[in-house]
Structure formats: structure tokens, C-alpha cells
């Protein structure tokens, strides 16, 4: 069989040929990863404004919120990424700005739209915990959406694998750092051609939080208090991603602890801790409600 590709699903019988990282219009080259990215921008936007006009609050204020919060996540999502895989800058400082190339944590995101939704929502006298829960909604699927553009970049894959979801990838293709030994190990070559079969950890993330999103919509009606999709958004994402962080090979690491699996581990467990702390407040406080209307 002749093989002519350059991203494949072998087990599942898929090839797609001749998929480039970039494209260009009237001669001016243009990123799948920054496109894909702002795709995802762009849904999670309409997803929480959509949702803002479902709860009844005021949708100019989301639209103002985006304003502040695409910038600040961009750059947060930047700085942590840049932070944790410094020596890959150090030498080469322009290369930070070079966001075509990847390397943007989905963390450093978050935090900065946290950080910037507390400071808008301060300033706007409105509801924190009610707009995290509007904007989960749009951060996960715009996190859907955004992981695609690791796929097009090949990037963010695990290590070798021979199931089901198996993909393989042309060895001239990928940052050879992000190539470990066991995968060296099992080394195809096809008509000459060198390729590495992996695990497509991002497509693990993208179909888990595509069952993220699904739970937090139905999830959302039954809410005992503002903040709480939003907490179940951190808890459900942080367990997803702490096992898939695992199987990576372009972890972000100090040392050999790997930044991202350890802040998902804390924030599952940190998260559950306030929910439940959360929940046995609201029940006493009810309790103490009816106990006041006994009395009188």
C-alpha cells in the first residue's frame, strides 16, 4: 500500500493528505493554529452571550468584558507558556512574540481571564460568581474548538501508541524534542519516509471537554449558587487534564514535575473542598431559616 500523507489515523483507516500548518490569501500567510484559536475566540463569545441573554443580564456587558478579556487571556496564555519553556527563548527574546509557531498554555489563559473578570465585575458592581458561570460556558467551548490547532501544528501528542485513536505523524514534521525514546523505538518508514505513531492527546481533550460542556448545560438549572458551573467547569476540566497531561512528551516541567498535571491534581482537589464547604453553608443557613420560622 503506498502511503501519501501527512497526518493519519491508521487503525481507523483515516488520512489526510497534504495538511500544511499555514495557508495563504492574496500571497499573505496565514496560521491554521491562530485561525483555529480564533474560531474558538469567537464561539466562546457567542456561547456566553447567548447565555447571558437566556439568565437575563445585560449582553453589552459580556461584550464589553471580551474586549479586555481576548487580550489579557492571549497574553497571560503566553507568559506561562514562555515562562515554563524559557531556555527556547532566552537566546532568541523576538521568538516570544512569534505566536504562528504555538506555545500557548490554556492556564495561563485561564488565569488571566479570572484575574480580568474579577477586576471587570468589581468595577461594573455585578455578580463574579454569576458571569464565571456564563463565561465557563464559552471557555470551554472555545477550548473545544482551540485544541485543533495543536493537531494542525503537531504538537501537544503523547507518546506511542498502537489503539485505536493511534495517529501518525511524519518525523520531519515534528519538534524532535517532543520525540522520547519509547516513541524512537517504534519508528515506521514508509516508502522512505520516517513516521511516529502517538497518542492525539489532543483530540482525548477536546472529546473530554466536548463531555464537559455537555454536563455544565444541563448542570446549570440545578446550581445552588452563583460560581458553581464554574467550579464544576475547573473540577471536570482539572481531571481530564491531569490524566492527559500524563501521557504527554511536551509537558511544561520544573525539574520533573510537570506544572500542569500538578495545578489540575490542586485544583480538583482545592475546588471539591469549596463546593462541598459551599453546600454544607447553604444547608445550615437553610436549616437555621427554618428553625427561625419554627420559633416565631
Not at 493528505?17 to 474560531?39: C, D, M, Q, R, T
Not at 514562555?82 to 495561563?108: P, T
Not at 501521557?247 to 462541598?276: E, H
Request: with cysteine.
Amino acid at each position: 500500500m503506498l502511503y501519501n500523507y501527512s497526518i493519519a489515523f491508521p487503525n481507523l483507516g483515516i488520512t489526510i493528505e497534504h495538511l500544511n500548518k499555514s495557508f495563504s490569501i492574496f500571497g499573505f500567510p496565514v496560521a491554521y493554529y491562530g485561525l483555529l484559536i480564533g474560531i474558538g475566540i469567537f464561539a466562546g463569545i457567542f456561547m456566553a452571550v447567548r447565555e447571558a441573554k437566556v439568565t437575563g443580564q445585560n449582553v453589552e456587558d459580556y461584550y464589553d468584558f471580551a474586549l479586555y478579556a481576548v487580550i489579557f487571556s492571549i497574553i497571560g496564555a503566553r507568559i506561562y507558556y514562555v515562562i515554563f519553556e524559557w531556555d527556547s527563548y532566552k537566546n532568541d527574546l523576538l521568538q516570544i512574540f512569534n505566536l504562528r509557531a504555538g506555545g500557548m498554555a490554556i492556564y495561563g489563559g485561564i488565569i488571566a481571564a479570572v484575574i480580568t473578570l474579577i477586576v471587570f465585575a468589581k468595577k461594573k458592581k455585578l455578580s463574579i460568581g454569576l458571569m464565571l458561570d456564563t463565561g465557563g460556558l464559552g471557555l470551554i467551548l472555545g477550548q473545544i474548538i482551540g485544541r485543533w490547532g495543536n493537531f494542525v501544528n503537531r504538537e501537544a501528542f503523547g507518546g506511542y501508541t498502537d489503539g485505536l485513536l493511534a495517529m501518525q505523524l511524519k518525523m520531519s514534521e515534528v519538534y524532535s524534542a517532543y520525540i522520547t525514546d519509547d516513541i524512537a523505538q517504534h519508528i515506521q518508514t514508509i516508502n522512505g519516509v520516517d513516521y511516529i505513531q502517538v497518542h492525539p492527546t489532543f483530540l482525548y481533550e477536546s472529546l473530554w471537554n466536548i463531555g464537559v460542556l455537555i454536563f455544565l448545560i444541563l448542570f446549570k438549572k440545578h446550581k445552588k449558587f452563583n460560581g458553581e458551573v464554574f467550579c464544576f467547569y475547573l473540577i471536570l476540566y482539572g481531571i481530564g487534564r491531569s490524566w492527559i497531561e500524563g501521557l504527554r512528551t511536551d509537558q511544561l516541567k520544573v525539574g520533573d514535575i510537570a506544572v500542569s498535571q500538578v495545578l489540575s491534581i490542586l485544583l480538583v482537589l482545592g475546588v471539591s473542598i469549596f463546593v462541598i464547604w459551599k453546600h454544607m453553608k447553604l444547608r445550615k443557613e437553610k436549616w437555621n431559616e427554618l428553625l427561625k420560622e419554627k420559633e416565631s
